[in-house]
């Protein structure tokens, strides 16, 4: 059973800095690409950052790029999602997201707030 599990939400300082975590079970982690997306109060899901299987070839949406750091450890079946300088528009709900056997598996999210 594919499992996503997200820690290490919660509230920061504008400024301040996160690491997230999404552990994985249940499927051959170093065999597939890891996605971060986040989920903004009365917003639509979006984009954060995402990290190949082998090469660890990472992407980014503009709004993080250079803030935020996405990273794997495969032999901790671990993603991670390091993120420095926040402001106060990265408050959301971040999600682990893979795309397994034809399954698009979510975790069930970590809260992140921004405020002073």
């Known amino acids: 059973q594919v499992q996503l599990v997200e820690s290490g939400g919660g509230l920061v300082q504008p400024g301040g800095s996160l690491r997230l975590s999404c552990a994985a079970s249940?499927?051959?982690?170093?065999?597939?690409?890891l996605n971060w997306f986040r989920q903004a109060p009365g917003k639509v899901r979006e984009f954060v950052a995402s990290?190949?299987?082998?090469?660890?070839?990472?992407n980014y949406a503009d709004s993080v790029k250079g803030r935020f750091t996405i990273s794997r450890d495969n032999a901790k079946n671990t993603a991670y999602l390091q993120m420095n300088s926040l402001k106060p528009e990265d408050t959301a709900v971040y999600y682990c997201?893979?795309?397994?056997?034809?399954?698009?598996?979510w975790g069930k999210g970590t809260q992140v707030t921004v405020s002073s």
């Open positions: 249940g499927f051959t982690f170093s065999s597939y690409g």
């Open positions: 990290i190949s299987s082998r090469e660890g070839t990472t």
């Open positions: 997201n893979a795309y397994i056997r034809g399954y698009n598996a």
